[in-house]
């Protein structure tokens, strides 16, 4: 079983900046696939971005080039670095962890963008 722990979410002024991170811990298995999806209020959980244990990552338009993923060494941590934040940014975030199609969910850390 694995278990995610995330950390960094906040209130921070449009423009500004946050970092994320989620520690996994537990039963993890590779090839496995980490990141980060979120859901504002009234919407459905979206995906935010994605990095796989080699490297390779993934995100949604909405984000690029304002948002970067990390993963040091390929390591169980995932970072999510969020500049250049809107108002639409504002999401409660989940970190999730996947492992042959099993997904596992971490409890979620809010993230608010006042204008």
């Known amino acids: 079983q694995v278990q995610l722990v995330e950390s960094g979410g906040g209130l921070v002024q449009a423009g500004g900046s946050l970092r994320l991170s989620c520690a996994a811990s537990?039963?993890?298995?590779?090839?496995?696939?980490m990141g980060w999806y979120r859901q504002a209020p009234g919407k459905q959980r979206e995906l935010v971005a994605t990095?796989?244990?080699?490297?390779?990552?993934n995100y949604a338009d909405s984000v690029k080039g304002r948002f970067t993923i990390s993963r040091p060494n390929a390591r169980n941590t995932v970072y999510l670095q969020m500049n250049s934040l809107k108002a639409e940014d504002t999401a409660m975030y989940y970190c999730?962890?996947?492992?042959?199609?099993?997904?596992?969910w971490g409890q979620g850390t809010q993230v608010t963008v006042s204008e």
């Open positions: 999730m962890y996947i492992f042959y199609g099993t997904t596992t």
């Open positions: 537990g039963r993890i298995s590779s090839p496995n696939v």
């Open positions: 990095i796989t244990s080699s490297g390779r990552s």
